[in-house]
């Protein structure tokens, strides 16, 4: 009996076996019923069926098992991505929906060798069936993936959105207390809660720019004419007050105007002089070296010690990725965020960053184009 055949007229034991294994996926599944287990099974398998009983070439069926059948425009969701949509909702993990296809294939094809003596057109069958499998697995995983980023960047933006309030009421209340001068204890107590609250802001900040560039928005911006020799001079002082032990250089040469968001590429020297400092020799340096030209500035931040291994160096700029072996990690509050916000304010500026690393030491380059008002992202 062709595979085709065999799946419509033993439907009902491959689904009693769907849902079999379905209800041991816990622990999403230990509250559902027959119906919610068996979700979308049916119509899986029909579109199964339909697809191998329609002739397709060889490019087509090679295209198909690696998940890359043609998208219809505006075609309706097919059954497999409503059951991953559904299965994201109950709470199943994308590795969960991959192991209900693998149990189905397993299951399909046990069934159809036990019933029936293959032949050589059976083989055909079996080679197509594995290809729609695998095309709904790519389509189940695909939508998947997409519906849990949609519920993650919404979470952190509304995360974001919210923190914002109450870390405003303890920065106010924390700079009230230290106007008091109701002694040293809480004057203490007072600077603490400033400090965090400052960090708690970094952190905060740099989750809503993250969140801005999943979602596709990009780091905000806004250009308007600057010197960024006083940017960057702002930005060292201050590095050298929270960094008291450590020697920070600035050398700066040239022109230094033009129409850029000052605050933002402030930002992103504190970012790279932070990552210098704390993977950097502590008895080394830190430089800062700022050139200019007519048509852009360039910065670069220096630090001495153990050359950056290429597979890191790579990856530097990835979000969530932080680099190992770090002489000053102790009370480190980043989330690993600094070099990708980094970057993605420098691409926003039409600009371009790069990392060089050897056993002299580590640069970070940046190149800013000038910009009229005019011409200003």
């Known amino acids: 009996m062709r595979l085709a055949d065999f799946i419509v007229r033993n439907t009902e034991p491959i689904l009693a076996q769907w849902e079999a294994f379905a209800a041991t996926l816990l622990p999403a599944a230990a509250s559902m019923d027959s119906l919610a287990l068996r979700d979308h099974a049916q119509q899986i398998l029909l579109a199964v069926v339909k697809d191998i009983s329609t002739p397709q070439t060889k490019e087509a069926q090679r295209e198909k098992s690696m998940g890359r059948a043609p998208k219809l425009i505006n075609a309706p969701e097919t059954a497999a991505q409503t059951h991953a949509l559904l299965r994201a909702r109950g709470g199943f993990s994308i590795n969960q929906l991959a192991a209900e296809y693998r149990a189905l294939r397993a299951s399909v094809l046990r069934l159809w060798i036990d019933d029936c003596v293959l032949g050589v057109p059976d083989l ?23 519906r849990v980023e949609q519920a993650r960047d919404l979470l952190l933006g509304m995360l974001g959105h919210d923190m914002r309030s109450p870390l405003q009421t303890i920065q106010m209340t924390a700079s009230y207390l230290a106007a008091l001068n109701a002694g040293e204890k809480i004057s203490d107590a007072a600077a603490r809660l ?35 020799a006083e940017v960057f001079a702002d930005e060292v002082d201050q590095l050298r007050a929270v960094h008291p032990d450590r020697r920070i250089d600035l050398d700066i040469e040239g022109d230094t105007h033009g129409v850029w968001d000052g605050q933002r590429l402030q930002q992103v020297l504190g970012n790279l002089v932070l990552n210098a400092i704390k993977y950097g020799a502590p008895d080394a340096p830190v430089q800062v070296v700022v050139t200019a030209d007519s048509a852009e500035v360039r910065f670069e931040v220096r630090n001495s010690g153990p050359a950056i291994e290429r597979p890191t160096l790579e990856r530097i700029f990835d979000p969530l990725s932080r680099g190992e072996g770090g002489v ?11 070099l990708y916000i980094a970057s993605e304010i420098v691409k926003a500026h039409h600009g371009a960053i790069e990392a060089r690393s050897d056993e002299t ?13 005019e011409q200003s992202p």
């Open 194 to 228: 400033i400090r965090s609250g400052a960090r708690m802001q970094t952190l905060l900040d740099d989750l809503c720019d993250f969140n801005r560039t999943k979602l596709g928005l990009g780091i905000n911006i806004t250009p308007d004419h600057v010197d960024l």
């Open 124 to 146: 055909e069958d079996m080679i197509r069936f594995n290809e729609a499998i695998d095309q709904a697995i790519a389509e189940s995983v695909g939508f998947f993936n997409e």
């Open 328 to 338: 000053n990690e102790k009370d480190d509050p980043g989330l690993g965020l600094g």
């Open 361 to 373: 030491g580590t640069v970070f380059a940046v190149r800013l184009p000038r910009h009229t008002s």
